[in-house]
């Protein structure tokens, strides 16, 4: 069964510590793979989208990287405004454009 | 541009009543996507449209939901009739197949809740 799972579910960082979040997948043929933000009360909005294994991508203090099985939401330095919950997403080669979306990584950074 | 347009923003309602939310998606986007957001289950594809014909509507929990999307600027999604345990967050998705990023662009949700 296709599966997306995200760890920890919650996390405290301090403002500066730099730490990972993390994105396990086993859906069989990706078509890519997807990092969400979502703020209390507002819709996801778009990070990042990979498509293959070894890919990484950057926006300011935030590195996405994938492997066959997972992939990674690297934080260095955050800032209290990196708060919130971050979602994974996946989709796959069956035919269709559909996202299966992990639980979420709820994150607070404190100043 | 706007963005995806969700209306109400929040609604409240009785159990057995008929509840209708409403999205219009982004200009000249293709695909049309309805989640459900729970704390329990996160967030859940309901149903998703490509040119107003609908694609798949596995997610749709029982006879209960249904969507329609008469035309390319606007889909409704129905609940008749509500019942407690619907209460969530319905988000609406718009998205451009072909795009760099094949990413989809959310509405600000509707929070619902059933009494």
């Known amino acids: 069964e296709d599966q997306v799972t995200q760890s920890p579910e919650a996390l405290r960082l301090q403002e500066g510590e730099s730490s990972s979040l993390n994105c396990s997948y086993t859906?069989?043929?990706?078509?890519?793979l997807f990092w969400y933000r979502q703020d209390p009360g507002k819709g996801p909005e778009f990070l990042f989208t990979l498509y293959s294994a070894g890919e990484e991508k950057e926006k300011e203090r935030l590195k996405a990287t994938l492997t066959k099985k997972e992939s990674f939401l690297h934080i260095t330095a955050p800032k209290p405004e990196d708060s919130a919950t971050y979602l994974c997403?996946?989709?796959?080669?069956?035919?269709?454009?559909?996202?299966?979306f992990g639980t979420g990584t709820r994150l607070k950074v404190l100043a | 541009d706007a963005g995806v347009i969700q209306s109400p923003r929040h609604e409240v309602t009785e159990m057995g009543q008929e509840v209708t939310l409403r999205c219009k998606p982004i200009s000249g986007h293709d695909y049309l996507f309805w989640y459900r957001q729970t704390m329990m289950r996160g967030l859940e594809l309901l149903i998703y449209f490509n040119n107003n014909v609908p694609i798949d509507d596995s997610g749709m929990p029982e006879d209960r939901f249904s969507a329609k999307m008469p035309n390319a600027s606007f889909s409704t999604l129905k609940i008749q009739p509500s019942e407690p345990r619907d209460s969530a967050v319905y988000f609406c998705?718009?998205?451009?197949?072909?795009?760099?990023?094949?990413?989809?662009?959310f509405g600000p949700g509707t929070r619902l809740t059933v009494l």
């Open positions: 998705a718009s998205s451009l197949v072909g795009n760099s990023y094949n990413e989809q662009f």
């Open positions: 997403a996946v989709q796959w080669l069956r035919g269709t454009y559909k996202y299966i």
């Open positions: 859906v069989s043929g990706l078509r890519g």
